[in-house]
């Protein structure tokens, strides 16, 4: 049986942002072209059918996610089918994302506000990746994504000249 604290470190990342703008608008920033490239990666290439893939580019990572729910205005579900995350001596296993599921979940306490409950279910602490990860998940969400949405500016991955 797990001890309290231990349970605690067996959650997945989950994380809640208050964005003052209508669910609307946070909805197609979670579901087309321009929005995913204005807040997460600016190289990618996305699908926006129910059982549809999209694949979205980190340098050398890459992430292919199907599309499992979409509710407009409430929820987009993506399961990972393929990961390769880029980190050489960082990461013993470069695909731990693949079947888990990423859940966006979106609740409009007011018409011009939105409080996104994002879930990754399956990213937990204990995978290589899980600091990487809760780092990223940190900003893309609560800072780019935020303000792509608030004031139309994000701050998505851009592939840097080498």
């Not at 999209?54 to 996610?65: A, E, K, Q, V, Y």
């Not at 609740?107 to 409080?115: G, H, I, K, Q, R």
């Not at 409950?117 to 969400?141: A, K, N, Q, S």
Request: with cysteine; charged share 20%.
């Amino acid at each position: 049986m797990l001890q309290s604290s231990n349970a605690h470190d067996m959650r997945s990342y989950q994380c809640t942002v208050a964005i003052s703008s209508p669910a609307r608008k946070v909805y197609e920033a979670l579901t087309t072209p321009q929005g995913l490239q204005g807040w997460w990666t600016a190289t990618c290439e996305v699908a926006t059918d129910l059982g549809a893939e999209s694949t979205f580019h980190f340098g050398r990572t890459c992430n292919i996610m199907r599309i499992e729910r979409l509710v407009p205005g409430s929820e987009v579900r993506w399961r990972c089918v393929h990961q390769y995350h880029h980190a050489p001596g960082e990461l013993t296993h470069p695909d731990e994302w693949i079947n888990t599921l990423l859940v966006f979940r979106l609740f409009a306490p007011t018409l011009a506000s939105t409080l996104l409950d994002f879930e990754h279910v399956g990213l937990m602490p204990g995978l290589d990746c899980y600091e990487i990860c809760e780092r990223g998940w940190d900003h893309f969400l609560k800072h780019s994504l935020k303000n792509y949405v608030e004031i139309g500016q994000g701050d998505p991955y851009r592939e840097t000249a080498a």
